[in-house]
């Protein structure tokens, strides 16, 4: 189908790569499993190679330190890209499955196919991880890439575009630089497969934009992700696990907890130890610490900074515009109606509430929109299992924050307004692949009764239904 909308003229370059890449496509290449194992030895190397320049750029975008941008983003990236060179050739395996008697002689098998061209979208807040993650998973799986960096971390961006144009051509991996316009663009052509990650808002737009073709997506969104703290809790760990969730790259990750609901019977001392590892993580004045990185942009700033209420704040609280700091700030007796409950957070604060019965915190955080991410702390099994059972989000951690997202053996992604479709390990190769389901029949033996006329052939079709189907 033609695409209908004409493009601005210093964006016709669009829709010429996308032509491209679909002709390669067609040439077979990716479709050999040795040819998609070579392509990310290419990946591994590049990214070992350019580390230093990645940690730079994450430094200039995000202000986060070496050990900070090793552990979030090139080192679990590393670790993808390794999984997948190892795995890929069992992954794109076809799958046998059993035939029924009715069919034989025949075998079934389920066979992994790439989509073809696909499209991936990215944030800022990872903005190395989240663009070369996806990124595996299509290259695995046999696809072109389109790609697209966000403009909010123009270091990062630019050293990703050098890295996938150091080692792939264009018609295979090509980086598109820009924003909206640029994205805009794209999303007016036929992809084969797109994959966003960003707001729950421009999901819907690439949603809709998917839908003209009935392209196949995924969306991983963002959304409040509550952290539950129940009275029976190791304190030490309980504190140190959040403080360090949340004020990871400053609150600005997807499944940082958003708010705490803790037992009123622990909140005084679990607040306490809180604000005692907050000192302890970045000292006395967290914008000297090279381990606090700073806010994205402006724009975040002034909406983190106007969802402070100081009347509220039992810690921290401090702002520095010109230097996009915003200290790690605890906000007490918060309600639902607050600003701060009124969208995702995606910045240092805290609001915190507190619970007397289970009922109550498992009541709002069901009348909210299902998160991305829950976290629950208790030793009560029986308590977990309730939460697990009755709340429904993206991912779950009991007893810690965000380390879910670092096991590859589980599938990530969210539920409802925080995303469709998981990713990660063996399932980004899932998620990049269609899978087509096969039945290969022999040209032996043709029972006649499944043929017209059927009127006298009616009941044994329905006993071989019934014992051989
Ligand atoms: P965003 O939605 O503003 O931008 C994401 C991408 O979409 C960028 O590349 C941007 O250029 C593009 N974009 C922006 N406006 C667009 C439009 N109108 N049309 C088409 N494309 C457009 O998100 P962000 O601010 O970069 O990231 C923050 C959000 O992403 C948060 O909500 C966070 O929870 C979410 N997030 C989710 C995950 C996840 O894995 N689920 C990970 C990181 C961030």
């Not at 610490?289 to 942009?297: C, T, W």
């Not at 039992?314 to 700030?329: E, L, M, S, V």
Request: one cysteine or more; proline letters at 6%.
């Amino acid at each position: 189908m033609q695409n209908p909308v004409s493009v601005a003229p210093e964006l016709a370059y669009i829709p010429e790569v996308i032509a491209k890449q679909k002709s390669y496509f067609r040439k077979g290449e990716t479709l050999d499993v040795s040819f998609r194992v070579k392509q990310l030895k290419k990946l591994k190397k590049a990214v070992e190679e350019n580390m230093d320049a990645i940690h730079k750029a994450l430094f200039d975008d995000l202000g986060k330190s070496e050990a900070e941008a090793y552990l979030t983003e090139t080192g679990v990236t590393l670790k993808e890209i390794e999984a997948a060179i190892l795995s890929v050739e069992k992954w794109a395996r076809p799958r046998k499955v059993s035939t029924p008697l009715f069919f034989v002689p025949a075998k079934s098998k389920i066979l992994p196919e790439p989509f073809g061209t696909t499209l991936i979208i990215s944030p800022w807040n990872y903005p190395f991880q989240l663009l070369i993650s996806p990124i595996v998973g299509a290259l695995a799986a046999g696809n072109t890439i389109v790609c697209k960096p966000s403009e909010c971390a123009p270091a990062t961006a630019k050293v990703v575009e050098k890295i996938l144009t150091d080692i792939y051509p264009p018609e295979y991996v090509a980086v598109i630089q820009g924003g909206v316009p640029e994205s805009t663009a794209l999303l007016r052509e036929r992809f084969d497969f797109i994959f966003f990650t960003g707001s729950t808002h421009v999901g819907r737009i690439v949603y809709q934009a998917a839908a003209k073709y009935l392209t196949p997506v995924v969306l991983e969104l963002g959304g409040k992700s509550p952290c539950i703290v129940d009275k029976d809790i190791h304190l030490e760990n309980t504190a140190r696990r959040i403080v360090w969730g949340k004020h990871m790259n400053l609150g600005q990750t997807c499944i940082a907890p958003d708010y705490l609901f803790v037992h009123k019977s622990v909140k005084g001392k679990l607040i306490e130890r809180m604000k005692e590892k907050v000192k302890q993580f970045y000292g006395d004045d967290p914008q000297k610490s090279e381990d606090y990185g700073r806010i994205i942009n402006h724009k975040n700033f002034d909406r983190l900074a106007s969802m402070i209420d100081q009347d509220k704040v039992i810690f921290g609280g401090q702002t520095d515009r010109d230097d996009k700091y915003i200290a790690p700030t605890f906000m007490d007796n918060v309600s639902r109606e607050d600003a701060v409950m009124q969208e995702e957070i995606f910045g240092p604060i805290l609001p915190i509430m507190e619970y007397e019965s289970l009922d109550e915190v498992i009541d709002f955080v069901n009348e909210g929109e299902k998160p991305l991410a829950l976290y629950m702390f208790s030793k009560n099994d029986k308590n977990v299992r309730r939460v697990l059972k009755e709340c429904s989000s993206g991912g779950a951690c009991v007893n810690d924050t965000v380390m879910h997202f670092a096991n590859a053996n589980l599938p990530f992604g969210g539920v409802g307004e925080s995303g469709i479709g998981a990713y990660h390990g063996e399932a980004s190769f899932e998620v990049f692949s269609h899978k087509k389901s096969v039945l290969h029949k022999s040209f032996a033996m043709d029972l006649d009764i499944r043929y017209a006329p059927w009127k006298k052939n009616l009941s044994k079709l329905k006993f071989l239904m019934k014992n051989l189907v």
